[in-house]
């Protein structure tokens, strides 16, 4: 029988936080106008984030992960979000 200890896990360190994107950033991401982007974002065609919600002019936000997506998504490549 052996006294030696087994394997150490270490703990798994927490996923890195994917930072926001303005929307000039987004548009350019997607090789579109800021325009066109805060449109589709309006018709909820591309998921995009509010600062303030409570805000009567909102300020969005987008994560380059969800743009990345939305190509896939609109040629029936991804099935579409729950």
Known sequence: MSTQPGPVSLPE????????VDPDTAANYI????RHLLGMSR???IL????DP???KKDWR????E???YPRHRKG??????
Do not use: D
């Open 54 to 56: 409570q805000a009567k």
């Open 43 to 45: 018709e909820g065609l």
């Open 77 to 82: 490549l991804l099935p579409p979000a729950p």
């Open 62 to 65: 987008f994560l380059l992960s």
């Open 67 to 69: 743009l990345h997506a």
């Open 31 to 34: 090789h579109t106008t800021r």
């Open 13 to 20: 360190s927490p996923p890195a936080l994917e930072p926001f």
């Open 48 to 51: 995009a984030h509010s600062l």
